[in-house]
């Protein structure tokens, strides 16, 4: 599988791979349910999802999934730049709205259309430093 770490050229918001990381087979199918093609590593830059994840950290995103059901932690284009965050819709809006939370309350969390938010993909893993 490929990873991305550091600066390249972006596909769907995405660096091109830089580094790769090893996962067997049966970890990509039965643990994250993923093809891994559509699995990518992204280093998180900033501190808007603390605790949870930190400035270094790495995750994992399935490029496959980017409905919000269940919500979860994605990563998206917030018009400035990639951005992991959780991302839930809002019951019976219409049209449908989505809440883009952080887990840092220093960050507000802010409501948008669905249909005006670039979800590139869902967190399935992360790996962090001690």
């Given amino acids: 599988m490929r990873a ?3 600066p390249g050229s972006f596909h769907e918001g995405l660096e091109e ?3 790769t990381w090893l996962f067997p087979d049966d970890v990509i199918r039965h643990e ?3 093809r891994a093609e559509d699995l990518h590593i992204v280093t998180i830059d900033g ?3 603390e605790p949870m994840l930190s400035s270094g950290d790495r995750i994992m995103v399935d490029t496959s999934r980017r ?3 269940p919500p979860g932690i994605f990563v998206i284009w917030d018009g400035m730049g990639i951005v992991a965050k959780r991302i839930e819709h809002v019951p019976h809006s219409e049209p449908t709205r989505v809440i883009i939370k952080s ?3 220093e960050y507000q969390t802010y409501e948008r259309d ?3 938010v670039n979800i590139i993909g869902r967190v399935v893993w ?3 430093r001690l």
Avoid: C, I, Q, Y
Wanted: glycine share 4%.
């Fill in 32 to 34: 994250f349910r993923a």
């Fill in 47 to 49: 501190d808007s999802m």
């Fill in 67 to 69: 409905v919000p059901a």
């Fill in 114 to 116: 669905a249909e005006d």
């Fill in 17 to 19: 791979a830089k580094t």
């Fill in 126 to 128: 992360a790996s962090k």
């Fill in 4 to 6: 991305s770490a550091g």
């Fill in 103 to 105: 887990l840092n309350p």
